[in-house]
């Protein structure tokens, strides 16, 4: 008995003893993890793709704008005197893939729509297009040297005379190709590009061709090409000194002179420029020749542009500035020579005020701008133009280089008109800007004398509202 009682003492004891959370009370351990299972293989196409391109960058912008325009133009029709209101949205994507440190190539699809565009909301316009496709290679045979061939954006200087005119929806880009060579002090450009190469049918009676290649009567004779030639030079400090010459061969019988005759554009602009700034101050001057024909005219015209700007060190970084702007114009219009400057393809909206009522040909334009940041993410501007023609005899143009009124030999006075912009820009973190304003047009004597059907004489009001996405 007692050696039951203690066995049984012993094994109590024992179960007494076991610490909590020892093996006994474990649960059962879980199984081991299946292991994950093997990626795919790449495809072919991913593997060319990865050993082809080093790095692939993708960025892009949405831009959306509402405008509002009363009268609509200052043109002697009916229509003019109206009011419109347009909605308008810009989309990008862009893709750079960087195949070697030194070879890149681009590519800028573009979406552009104007609301309402469409006659149906089950109706596509095929609005979308290529802005921008080329190749890169630069540092060719260990110098500075670089090539880039496609379809590209063109700018230079102050983009008076070459701009890719970015406030259009559409904006501008050249097919073509430029080479540069850009040692440490100077620079130079070299570009040829294609306006239009048009196509033409074979002549009736002619088999049609196995291929789609684009035919023309005259082959070259009717290509619109465009080339340059642009030097700068940069070596001192906050200054650019720059030479360049822009030619033009539109060789289409598009062009009508003074006779009434169809012909080409051949043509030759020259000019110089220099811009700089120095102790607050910044200043800016340039000077261009034209000379050539159209159709069978001779191109006799000239043009220049001086601004000069104050920056003040304070508080919301105040600055005033002044330009002048002159474009020669045609004094006799029917003698066989013509004396209108065309400035080519302009930054119009930018210069000559923003309700694009005036042109850089046959004008004189008198700018006073001012400017306030009160902090580093709003500005306000408030813009002054005084325009007057050079020839009343010549036409009164918009910043598109049509002609708003006819020359006209009843020779009225000059004074187009004085114009007010009010705009403000604000950012918005890092990607997100917004650009506002309101811009007042004075008609002056010439609106009035020349008007033709009444209303094309009032002054007119121009407000608009645009966002930007940039990613």
């Known amino acids: 008995m007692s ?4 066995a049984g003492l012993m094994m109590w004891c024992a179960a007494v003893s076991t610490p909590l959370g020892t093996s006994q009370d474990k649960p059962p351990a879980p199984p081991p993890p299946k292991e994950a299972a093997p990626a795919p293989p790449p495809t072919q196409a991913e593997s060319l793709l ?19 325009r009363d009268p609509t133009s200052y043109a002697n029709t009916v229509a003019a005197t109206r009011s419109d209101d347009l909605f308008l949205t810009r989309i990008r994507l862009n893709f750079k893939f960087t195949v070697t440190d030194d070879i ?49 954006e063109l700018s230079y200087g102050d983009q008076r005379l070459v701009s890719p005119l970015d406030w259009s929806n559409i904006a501008r880009a050249w097919d073509g190709a430029k080479i540069r060579y850009a040692p440490k002090d100077w620079w130079i450009e070299g570009f040829y590009t294609v306006i239009r190469d048009p196509f033409s049918p074979p002549p009736a009676g002619t088999a049609a061709p196995l291929s789609n290649a684009p035919l023309s009567a005259n082959g070259a004779a009717h290509d619109q090409d465009f080339l340059g030639l642009y030097f700068s030079y940069v070596g001192i400090a906050d200054h650019e000194f720059d030479l360049y010459a822009f030619f033009r061969e539109f060789q289409d019988d598009s062009f009508v002179g003074e006779n009434g005759v169809a012909g080409d554009i051949v043509d ?14 910044d200043y800016t001057g340039e000077v261009m020749s034209q000379t050539g024909h159209f159709s069978q005219d001779y191109t006799r015209a000239y043009a220049f542009a001086a601004t000069l700007g104050y920056s003040v060190d304070m508080d919301w970084k105040p600055r005033i500035g002044v330009e002048y702007d002159y474009a020669s114009g045609d004094r006799h219009p029917a003698d066989g020579k013509r004396g209108t400057f065309d400035p080519l393809y302009p930054f119009g909206h930018y210069y000559q005020g923003f309700a694009d009522t005036f042109a850089f040909r046959n004008g004189h334009d008198l700018a006073l701008f001012l400017k306030v940041a009160p902090t580093d993410t709003l500005s306000v501007h408030l813009d002054l133009h ?12 918009n910043f598109a280089g049509n002609a708003i009124r006819p020359k006209s030999g009843a020779n009225p ?3 187009v008109g004085f114009e007010t912009d009010l705009h403000a820009r604000l950012a918005v973190g890092k990607f997100v800007k917004f650009w506002g304003g309101w811009s007042h047009f004075f008609a002056g004597p010439y609106v009035r004398q020349t008007v033709t059907p009444a209303g094309t004489d009032r002054d007119m009001n121009w407000f608009f509202v645009q966002m930007t996405v940039e990613f």
């Open 386 to 397: 005084n325009f007057w023609l050079v020839d009343s005899a010549d036409a009164w143009y």
């Open 413 to 415: 006075e000059r004074k």
């Open 104 to 152: 890149e190539v681009f590519v800028q699809p573009q979406d552009q729509r104007m609301w309402g565009q469409e006659p149906s909301v089950l109706y596509d316009d095929k609005n979308l297009d290529l802005h921008q496709g080329f190749v890169e290679v630069r540092n060719l045979l260990g110098e500075p040297l670089s090539i880039k061939a496609g379809r590209m």
């Open 3 to 6: 050696t039951l009682l203690a």
């Open 50 to 68: 990865k050993s082809a391109v080093k790095q692939i960058t993708l960025g892009g912008q949405i831009r959306t704008r509402a405008e509002y």
């Open 268 to 281: 030759r602009t020259i000019g110089a420029r220099f811009k700089g700034k120095h102790f607050g101050f």
